[in-house]
């Protein structure tokens, strides 16, 4: 593959994820030309491993072993430390960090935040620390790099080699999310309770924009609620959450039948997590009430992101009337095969199905159509739509793209059926692998100066 192109690394993802297909997140991890084989035992590691190296064989290819580490415990993946503890960040980026002068001038402000924003997830009140430092960042305002902003450029190079070691998701417990709200941000933080001790797995927070600071408390509890499930939905999805919040009125609003609009869209969107709401008081929820007492100053970096309380793509009230054990196109077939045209019809219905069932050709037990490109397309419908739907999604080639993506692989393998959009959007919010992953937005990249 020539260098230079600007799907080179897309195309090479697909090619590693074609060749190992059956063997990620069971034994293995592929991110570009990087694979991490694990296992939970010296002897499962060890099989593992060589059965990605017979892979590797099969597919002839060639790795270098200067670059190759062999059974160890912990490493560096994609910018962090992974070990049996959790995820830790990279020390050596951090004393390149601990060991950055001052800051001269806006440009220089702006790429130590954009260091130490990676780390972000492992920083308690991070907001609160660069409040002085993002106070330059605004326009127009002269850049006067005070004593107050020194303090914040020393405690924030301190939390970064303090910063403590974040556990990985244990799916076979509950997820613990504890909300807050103030009057003009929002905080969660997502954890789980081993040994009866609370393990923080990730923090957020985010400022309300004009509208949603003029929401009633309930609202803004709720909107709490609504934003942190929005955020870790890959975590929560098919897991069973315990809600902490010290608004009490949350646990009855799931079952209330007569509140706002606003507020039952809220609840419809939550219907579909397993979710238990617990109350907590406000002193002891101090979690989630650091990232929400913020003041309003330290909003200025979050500018732009606010909180997006509309969710498409709800299907509500629908309906299913077609039979599934008829085929859709069932007329067309009964006309090609035995000249039967279905009674009751108007004399326009007639006219526009004797116009179209003349690009149909039957042939047992398939039925194709030529389109106006004159390439012949096959229709199908049922079980043999839904296969290949999924083999377009989650097969050996498919990627788990969108929804969008997907339909455009089953156009170009020349199938077709009426209701392909709705059903290539069910099948991808369905989708575990899907939702777990989600979208990573450029806010999770690692900065590259």
Known sequence: MPFGLCNAPATFERCMVAIFHDMIKDSMEVFMDDFSVFGSSFDHCLENLGKMLARCEEANLV?????????????????????????????????????????????????????????????????????????????????????????????????????????APDWALPFELMCDTSDFAVGAVLGQRKDKHFHPIYYASKTLNDAQEHYTTTEKELLAVVFAFDKFRFYLVLSKTIVFTDHAALRYMLSKQDAKPRLIRWILLLQEFDIEIRDKKGAENVAADHLSRLECSASSEL?????????????????????????????FVNYLACGIVLKGLTHQQKKKFFSDVKYYMWEDPYLFRIRADQIVWRYVYGGEAHNILRHCHEGPTGGHHGATLTTKKVFDARFYWPTIFRDTHDMVRACDACQRESNISSLDEMPQN
Request: hydrophobic letters at 40%; charged letters at 25%; one cysteine or more.
């Open 63 to 167: 790795l270098n072993w200067d670059k190759c580490h062999f059974m160890e415990k912990e490493g560096i993946v994609l910018g962090h430390k992974i070990s049996c503890d959790g995820l830790e960040v990279d020390r050596p980026k951090i004393e390149t960090i601990f060991k950055l002068p001052p800051p001269t001038s806006v440009k220089s402000i702006r790429s130590f935040l954009g260091h130490a924003g990676f780390y972000r997830p492992f920083i308690k009140d991070f907001s609160k620390i660069v409040r002085p430092m993002t106070q330059l960042l605004e326009k127009d305002a002269p850049f006067m790099f005070f004593d107050e902003c020194l303090r914040a450029f020393k405690l924030l190079k301190e939390k970064l080699v303090n910063a403590p070691i974040m556990i």
């Open 303 to 331: 500018v732009g992101s606010h909180i997006n309380d509309n969710f498409p793509h709800e299907f509500l009230m629908h309906i299913q009337t077609q039979n599934e054990k008829c085929p859709w196109f069932a007329d």
